[in-house]
């Protein structure tokens, strides 16, 4: 405690605005000091005897650590005013800025919302920034914003180095440990880093979060990382406040848990006290760096002024304990050490901390002056950016044709140079291909190296590229969506496999709240390219249940920005996948190519006539995203739409419609489920007569859905039409499973109802 709490506690310190109690708690300890005061020290010299912080790095951090609190002194008022939008604020974790000072403007950062000091500090690395006027025009939600573009307040920086986001708790730790994997494993296949080889990457969190089960994931990916000897360097610094909105954290819990953690190297340091703690600070990032582990920095800090703006914590809190609380301000502390030390008077350090008010002050209200955005078109610029031509070209380019043929062992055994294969060859020929083309590719998962994939669509890839790009993971959706995440931001391009649709919703805001996000929320700066495959969807038979016939894909649907294509034959799928790839190159785009595991080895349509069986495209054909595929253009009787398993049910179905009502049937194969092709789905039902709508997925919220809603939309509701689709229940085992998803004796059952009116 840095200064003692009155008894009884006056007055002024039973308000409700403990903003404003901080702010003159403050000016009132600097003023009435009366303590030790020393001869100035030279700038290179200890702030203190024994201290690792000479007296320039002190007076450094004292500004940004004020720099950060009139931040936040500045959006609790102007919030009321509406200026301000965003009062999370950074106050009692000041001392971040120590970690932003110890290491470098090109260690990737990952930070929690109270970060104010860690950004201020971190800005001196760069000449010409300001870190003020930066952050205003984030509070204010202006256009201008160099981090989101108003879209959130995000501590964020391009040339700094700061990823913005808005994790949930504890999100972002699969990512930073990702990403601090990547550095090492760029340098292994021969790619280059955008950043120096001796990066650390910074993850920053709360104690309450380390609780969290996406926290633990990353924890233990790091400590089974750093068992197989595996370089991870990344600092994880939980900054410890005691407190998680209103539920304490046991005293001395986090220690307890994380001191003696095997795989992670622990390290204590004071975020209270610039100088005492900047030391330990230091040696861990020194540590982290030299030694490539990770790295756990525990780092003391309080919160002062509640959660958030709203947080009226004298409600709630006793307050003595608030007061408490209040008196151990890292202010305090930081301001007694310059007038011990001399370096500072009393009269120095107001005037600084007054300067430094009407700063902020200055730059909020220049800020609310800055345009915002006005329109849809400008928020969503970043979401889904899409360069049609450049993607196409992309797709379509080809290898040198020497170096192809070696690698597929000579001319004769070229794939499109093979027989008409099922669906499985033919995506395990298609990743070759663009394991081939793309060095930077890396294909990694549950079982998809020796063992080829559980469905041998992976098999041979580890043999053809090495294991250095074609490796297995541990058993962690989430850590194996966080490592793609990392190897993108480092420059990979990784096709991580999901083995299968269920077991994506173990993890699914991993891609929903961060890799999907990232475009947006950093107004197209950062990206994360990725292809994430995933068997998917139903008809194997009743086997394995709900989990190996999961149906929903809602919650991929549900994701801004992602691209879904689903491929019913072979040969759509290589060229779908040609297709992901060059949108993830171009445009960074996130995408999930589900692969229909009912349909990897089916060769026929009919018992015996291979019709499923299709020829390799050439490595110079590739789909436009959005292409559907069309069954008998020209029939316009009864239009069927559908995807995936769906597809050869309904040319199945036709056949028996056709005979029964004498009605042509166009099949329309959408193949692309997000975004789904509107006006191609218009087109179609303008030309005819009944519709049938084939959805494979459950009743509520299912693609069906979204395609009733676009003939609807299109003005053509009138046309009769029907849904074919799975019911609202988990798949059961063997026959049953039956009972749940739609099959062929449905769609044509579903084209009587339309028949008969």
Known sequence: MFAVVPDPIPARMKGLNRAEICDANFQQFVREWGGPIGAAPPDDAPILMGSALDARGFRELFESQLIS???DLMARVLRVQNKVFYTIGSSGHEGNAMVARATRHTDPAFLHYRSGGFMAERFRKLPGMDPVMDSALSFAASADDPASGGRHKVWGSKPLWVLPQTSTIASHLPKALGTAMAIGHARRIGQPLPVPDDSLVVCSFGDASSNHATAQTAFNAAAWAAYQGLPAPVLFVCEDNG????????????ARNFAQRAGLDYIAADGLDLAAGFGDVQRAVEHCRRSRRPTFLHLRTTRLMGHAGTDFEIEWRALEELCAVEASDPLLRSAAIALESGLLSADDILSLYEATRARCFAAAE???????LTSLAEVTAPLAPYSPDAVLAEATRCVDADMRAAAFGGDARLPERQPPRHLAIQLNQALHDVLLKYPEALLFGEDVAQKGGVYTVTKGLQKAFGGRRVFNTLLDETMILGMAQGYANMGLLPLPEIQYLAYFHNACDQIRGEAASLQFFSNGQYRNPMVVRIASLGYQRGFGGHFHNDNSITALRDIPGLVIGCPSRG???AMMLRTLMALAKVDGRVCALLEPIALYM??????GDGAWLTTYPPPDQALTLGEPRVYDDAASDLLILTFGNGVPMSLRAARTIQAEQGWSVRVVDLRWLLPLNEAAIARHAAECAHILVVDE??????VGEGII???VEAGLGATPLRRVVGADTYTPLAGAALLVIPGEDDIVTAARALASG
């Open 571 to 573: 040969d759509d799928a």
């Open 602 to 607: 089916t060769k026929d349509l009919y018992p």
């Open 69 to 71: 609190r009139h931040l």
């Open 243 to 254: 407190i998680g909105i209103s539920v304490k954290t046991p005293e001395g819990w986090i």
């Open 366 to 372: 220049a800020a609310d002056r800055r345009p915002r």
């Open 709 to 711: 809603t676009a003939v």
């Open 697 to 702: 997925g459950r009743r509520s919220a299912g």
